[in-house]
């Protein structure tokens, strides 16, 4: 299996350029041969937790399906760091486009303080099955008990994708 952690440096509030760039390093991906690729969070609008109001999506938001429409075609699991609407708020989502499998997202579930002032939290693990390995997909790469849980439930891999910007 080959994983790809893709790091970019996304223009703040720019999506549509931004995905034009996930897009151009995705097909790199692809071109690699990946099965999965995976951006850091909120890697479509930069980490802008007061905007993310603005520029909340649903999971089936129609900007992304090119995204979609790439992992059907190439066999690759795609996960975009993306604001996503929930019921009671906003969340720090990866939207996760897979083959042939409608497309979900995975919502980070244990904030650090000063992102609760902007986002709820998720209240999920996922797990993506790809070539017969199960992978734990986080954004809680310093919160033990995560990984712990994703070990409990057979996670054989574990991706940690978190955007940090130091000022």
Known sequence: ?????????????????????????????????????VFPELSITSYEPGSAKVFSVTVESSIFDPFQELAHKNEITIGLGMPTDAKRGINISMLIFQPNIRRIAYSKQILHPAELAYFICGSEQTFLNIKVKKIAICYEALQGEHFLKAKQNGAEIYIAREYWQFD
Request: proline share 0%.
């Open 1 to 37: 299996m080959k994983i790809c952690l893709a790091q970019t440096q996304s223009s703040k509030g720019e999506v549509r350029n931004n995905i034009r760039e996930h897009l151009i390093i995705t097909k790199r991906a692809i071109a690699a041969k990946s099965d999965l690729i």
